[in-house]
């Protein structure tokens, strides 16, 4: 029917109507530009959600910029820049398409409508989204909106209230990119709007900020446009290592609208890795900050460089660092311990607390010398960045020379103000970060970076506010990284097929950085008594590693739960029943009783059952992570008449932090969770913590029911006192009294404002350290996760397509189910998408960035999503306070380890190196 548009449709579409306004006699450089050009000497006429526009532009001014810059409607996101990813979808007579790579010519004379034109009343697409949470950061959810709207009304005019299929959804959605992984909740609120489950309905959906996201009113840093607001660019080094001997601004400074240029690495510094910042400029415009970077000539002395793991480790390598007292940049949250350093080689750093290394050395050279069952096995994993689809990005305004905002694509809202204060010498009252809105982070966006010191310092320096916002390929490039990993395990069984012996060596390679640790989690999955297990950096003229969401779980999982499968199938021994005698977590042994319910397991059959081309298998894969928490956590509840707010210096990054006090506060007071506002991404707010190591949930909602505690006691008070109430107590949604029942609506209309701080209370069962660790406690239980994945894999291509997907998570209470399951489903997305497609390349000689796009780094998208079932074992854990945890790391920690050892039950073959890449199933003997 041709209601489907398709990524390459949306390409060949903006493609024919830029040859169109070509053709019309359009002039100006060639090509859809990131920035407008400097002459506007064009006047576009044309008519946008209803009302007519008339507005200046060049002829290479792109339709987005015409929305977002012209018009303020910034529902219309920019991510990727070239068409890739949807954001910026629009609708130009009835018809999808992209808006970046649309001239604004295109327009004239045309209907335009953004995601704010389809929003009163909401379309059923949009409350779709809310009832089923097909969102979580939200950055997203316009262009999927605007594309899903409509998809439906077109399919809907011709169809009627047919449901469409997956595969007829993936092919409309098919030019969009979710990074969060809201997919499976996306093929369900599409394909219900079109049955016609949602025309007229009121939806208060579970997520407390879904509907600012699906109406496009949520604004990110990236939108935000103060006046007098500059934009900056910054100059990236294009050599991989250098001392930079001259930098001459000059030039740049001269440039008419150039208001600040700054230098950001000194002469006779040193370069470490292309892309490195070298110098950065405010102007009045990004074009002119753009010619500005064209009038600085770095000049170098080149050094040898080394490009990746191997070269950095080969004889003779040119060493980047002096010293182990060099200033390594960490790749982790928290600072650099120390550790000797041998050439690129830094290492080892061990944690073998209670592991008995030495005797887990000499039983592993026992088992293999005396033909016990031994494991030993070398597996590689790629580099994967987090590529968030909201770029870093901060805008800088100096309110008066000692007062500064921010604002802030941040994980840490109080956090960054703290840090910034620390940094430019000021108060800390005297710095407030703003992040009302997150596009994404993943571990990226945990730490103060360059993007912030950037537009702190040339704000100073121009005496006006400067956004800096990174571009796709800066994001891709310097944004943040998951290091790739070589992993040595070597995993010995005894007889009885009892673990004898564990050890296992990583050696991690986050470019210039160091501090990227994985084999602790080796240590926690199973208890193994006799375990050598340490981790090593290799350093190479790469951009800097960062956290990335279960820092060092994936690549550990992936190899040491392929060892364990692969001990059990050598030993001809169940998979799942090996597990359990290994295994005494006693969440994760229910959930090993979960998957045996599953048809998917038990009618799997033996390995390489298949003999066609098409061959399916089904692996199974554990996950273990820490339960984090912060101490300091408060949250404020304010009541007046008007209803209750909570609020606090926290963030909403997608990961539902603002919808678990809502739901918290709403459960202590007996209400609905979305009686309940949240005021979230204002550091001038009491201290709540960031959201990294699935530390929000534990810390924000014993927190918000403390301080709904003391609302309810004061309350209480106040009605016995002014209100005549007698033998009153708490009830469900308000007082119980010997009169009958008092909602609390009534009694907030009569009483005073009222506000109360809560803060966390210790929790009942310890913690692992007597003591804080940077502010967090670790408490004495770790989460559990089980992953079952069944593939195909096409033995004549050499292709991996997941055909269905399990996850179990034994993680305590749920909060608040609905967005746990998303999380979940996005966790095993990401997972699913670093097995099969992810992989950032350099080039092996010049260190450039070769996977500059969303077309050359490959994510994955909707249609490459199967079924994804989520089964939470909600016992135990009554040592956490309201038996709660964090599932966000968890979630991620098993799939890839779970798709690889269903490849080799597909296909009898044994992938040892993501991604799985084609030619690796062909070359290593699989097909």
């Known amino acids: 029917m041709g209601t489907g548009i398709s990524r390459r449709g949306f390409l060949r579409n903006s493609i024919a109507v830029s040859a169109g306004a070509g053709i019309a006699g359009a002039s100006g450089r060639a090509g859809a530009a990131p920035s407008d050009a400097a002459e506007e000497d064009l006047t576009l006429t044309t008519r946008v959600n209803g009302t007519d526009v008339r507005a200046p532009i060049g002829a290479d001014t792109s339709a987005l910029s015409v929305v977002?810059?012209?018009?303020?409607?910034?529902?219309?996101?920019?991510?990727?820049?070239?068409?890739?990813?949807?954001?910026?979808?629009?609708?130009?007579?009835?018809?999808?398409?992209?808006?970046?790579?649309?001239?604004?010519?295109?327009?004239?004379?045309?209907?335009?409508?953004?995601?704010?034109?389809?929003?009163?009343?909401?379309?059923?697409?949009?409350?779709?989204?809310?009832?089923?949470?097909?969102?979580?950061?939200?950055?997203?959810?316009?262009?999927?909106?605007?594309?899903?709207?409509?998809?439906?009304?077109?399919?809907?005019?011709?169809?009627?209230?047919?449901?469409?299929?997956?595969?007829?959804?993936?092919?409309?959605?098919?030019?969009?990119?979710?990074?969060?992984?809201?997919?499976?909740?996306?093929?369900?609120?599409?394909?219900?709007?079109?049955?016609?489950?949602?025309?007229?309905?009121?939806?208060?959906?579970?997520?407390?900020?879904?509907?600012?996201?699906?109406?496009?009113?949520?604004?990110?840093?990236?939108?935000?446009?103060?006046?007098?607001?500059?934009?900056?660019?910054?100059?990236?080094?294009?050599?991989?290592?250098?001392?930079?001997?001259?930098?001459?601004?000059?030039?740049?400074?001269?440039?008419?609208?150039?208001?600040?240029?700054?230098?950001?690495?000194?002469?006779?510094?040193?370069?470490?890795?292309?892309?490195?910042?070298?110098?950065?400029?405010?102007?009045?415009?990004?074009?002119?900050?753009?010619?500005?970077?064209?009038?600085?000539?770095?000049?170098?002395?080149?050094?040898?460089?080394?490009?990746?793991?191997?070269?950095?480790?080969?004889?003779?390598?040119?060493?980047?660092?002096?010293?182990?007292?060099?200033?390594?940049?960490?790749?982790?949250?928290?600072?650099?311990?120390?550790?000797?350093?041998?050439?690129?080689?830094?290492?080892?750093?061990?944690?073998?607390?209670?592991?008995?290394?030495?005797?887990?050395?000499?039983?592993?050279?026992?088992?293999?010398?005396?033909?016990?069952?031994?494991?030993?096995?070398?597996?590689?994993?790629?580099?994967?960045?987090?590529?968030?689809?909201?770029?870093?990005?901060?805008?800088?305004?100096?309110?008066?020379?000692?007062?500064?905002?921010?604002?802030?694509?941040?994980?840490?809202?109080?956090?960054?103000?703290?840090?910034?204060?620390?940094?430019?010498?000021?108060?800390?009252?005297?710095?407030?970060?703003?992040?009302?809105?997150?596009?994404?982070?993943?571990?990226?966006?945990?730490?103060?970076?360059?993007?912030?010191?950037?537009?702190?310092?040339?704000?100073?320096?121009?005496?006006?506010?400067?956004?800096?916002?990174?571009?796709?390929?800066?994001?891709?490039?310097?944004?943040?990284?998951?290091?790739?990993?070589?992993?040595?395990?070597?995993?010995?069984?005894d007889a009885e097929g009892n673990p004898y012996s564990l050890v296992a060596t990583s050696f991690s390679s986050a470019g210039v950085s160091v501090g990227a640790n994985s084999t602790v989690l080796m240590r926690l999955l199973y208890p193994f008594k006799e375990k050598d297990v340490a981790d090593y950096d290799v350093v190479s003229n790469g951009p800097q590693g960062r956290p990335f969401r279960g820092p060092g779980g994936p690549p550990a999982i992936f190899a040491l739960e392929q060892a364990v499968d692969a001990v059990a199938h050598r030993r001809g021994e169940d998979p799942l029943a090996l597990r359990r005698r290994w295994d005494p977590h006693p969440g994760r042994n229910r959930l090993y009783d979960w998957v045996e319910t599953l048809p998917a397991w038990t009618g799997r059959g033996p390995v390489g059952r298949d003999k066609g081309r098409y061959r399916r298998g089904v692996g199974v894969a554990c996950g273990v992570w820490f339960v984090l928490l912060s101490p300091a956590t408060q949250i404020q509840l304010d009541a007046s008449p008007e209803g209750l707010v909570a609020r606090a210096g926290c963030q909403d990054m997608g990961n539902g932090s603002r919808s678990a006090v809502a739901w918290a506060v709403a459960e202590a007071m007996g209400m609905q969770p979305h009686e309940i506002r949240v005021r979230f991404g204002d550091s001038d707010e009491v201290w709540a913590p960031m959201s990294g190591g699935s530390r929000t949930t534990p810390s924000v909602v014993p927190t918000a029911k403390d301080a709904a505690r003391q609302l309810q006691e004061a309350l209480l008070d106040f009605a016995e006192l002014n209100m005549g109430l007698t033998g009153a107590s708490v009830g469900e949604g308000g007082l119980n009294h010997s009169g009958g029942f008092t909602p609390w609506a009534e009694i907030l209309a009569v009483a005073p404002p009222m506000s109360f701080v809560g803060r966390r209370k210790k929790d009942p069962g310890g913690y692992f350290l007597p003591f804080e660790v940077a502010?967090?406690?670790?408490?004495?239980?770790?989460?559990?996760?089980?992953?079952?994945?069944?593939?195909?894999?096409?033995?004549?291509?050499?292709?991996?397509?997941?055909?269905?997907?399990?996850?179990?998570?034994?993680?305590?209470?749920?909060?608040?189910?609905?967005?746990?399951?998303?999380?979940?489903q996005g966790g095993v997305i990401q997972g699913i998408s670093y097995a099969l497609y992810e992989d950032r390349r350099l080039c092996p000689t010049s260190g450039q960035l070769l996977t500059a796009g969303l077309e050359d780094y490959r994510i994955a998208g909707i249609g490459d999503i199967p079924p994804i079932h989520v089964h939470f074992d909600e016992e135990g854990y009554e040592g956490m306070l309201e038996r709660i945890t964090g599932i966000a790391e968890l979630a991620t920690m098993a799939p890839a380890a779970s798709v690889a050892n269903a490849v080799h039950h597909a296909t009898g073959w044994r992938p040892r190196s993501l991604p799985l890449r084609p030619d690796r199933l062909i070359d290593g003997g699989a097909l």
């Open 68 to 493: 977002r810059e012209r018009l303020g409607l910034t529902g219309t996101k920019e991510a990727c820049g070239h068409g890739a990813c949807g954001a910026c979808t629009v609708l130009v007579d009835g018809a999808p398409h992209v808006s970046c790579l649309l001239p604004a010519t295109a327009l004239e004379g045309r209907e335009v409508t953004t995601v704010e034109g389809i929003s009163e009343p909401l379309h059923p697409v949009q409350r779709a989204f809310l009832h089923h949470d097909a969102l979580q950061c939200g950055y997203c959810t316009p262009g999927f909106v605007v594309e899903g709207a409509a998809f439906c009304d077109a399919w809907r005019a011709e169809r009627g209230d047919v449901r469409p299929t997956r595969d007829e959804i993936a092919a409309a959605l098919a030019g969009h990119l979710c990074r969060c992984g809201a997919y499976v909740a996306i093929y369900e609120a599409v394909g219900d709007a079109c049955e016609g489950k949602f025309d007229g309905v009121e939806v208060h959906g579970p997520r407390a900020d879904g509907l600012e996201k699906v109406t496009g009113q949520a604004k990110y840093t990236v939108d935000v446009k103060l006046d007098g607001q500059l934009e900056a660019r910054v100059l990236r080094s294009e050599v991989a290592h250098a001392v930079l001997k001259n930098l001459d601004l000059s030039a740049a400074r001269a440039l008419p609208g150039v208001r600040a240029v700054i230098q950001l690495t000194p002469v006779g510094g040193k370069v470490r890795f292309a892309g490195q910042e070298l110098a950065a400029v405010a102007a009045d415009s990004a074009h002119i900050a753009e010619e500005a970077l064209l009038l600085i000539s770095p000049d170098y002395k080149l050094l040898p460089a080394v490009i990746g793991m191997d070269a950095a480790r080969e004889p003779g390598a040119p060493v980047l660092y002096e010293s182990k007292k060099s200033d390594m940049p960490s790749a982790s949250e928290g600072p650099v311990t120390g550790a000797r350093l041998e050439g690129n080689v830094r290492g080892p750093v061990s944690f073998n607390l209670l592991g008995r290394p030495r005797r887990a050395l000499s039983r592993m050279d026992e088992a293999k010398s005396t033909g016990m069952l031994v494991v030993d096995e070398k597996y590689t994993t790629q580099v994967q960045v987090h590529s968030t689809l909201e770029p870093h990005a901060c805008v800088a305004h100096w309110t008066s020379p000692s007062t500064l905002d921010v604002h802030l694509s941040t994980q840490n809202c109080s956090g960054m103000a703290e840090d910034i204060a620390e940094r430019w010498a000021l108060e800390r009252a005297d710095v407030r970060v703003l992040c009302p809105y997150v596009g994404g982070g993943f571990g990226a966006k945990a730490t103060l970076q360059m993007e912030t010191r950037i537009a702190v310092d040339l704000a100073r320096e121009a005496g006006a506010p400067v956004r800096v916002a990174y571009q796709r390929d800066e994001e891709l490039g310097v944004g943040g990284l998951r290091p790739a990993q070589e992993l040595h395990v070597a995993l010995a069984a």
């Open 775 to 824: 502010g967090l406690r670790v408490a004495d239980v770790a989460t559990g996760s089980v992953v079952l994945t069944e593939v195909e894999v096409d033995t004549r291509l050499g292709r991996v397509r997941v055909v269905e997907a399990w996850s179990g998570i034994s993680a305590g209470r749920i909060m608040v189910p609905p967005l746990a399951r998303s999380q979940v």
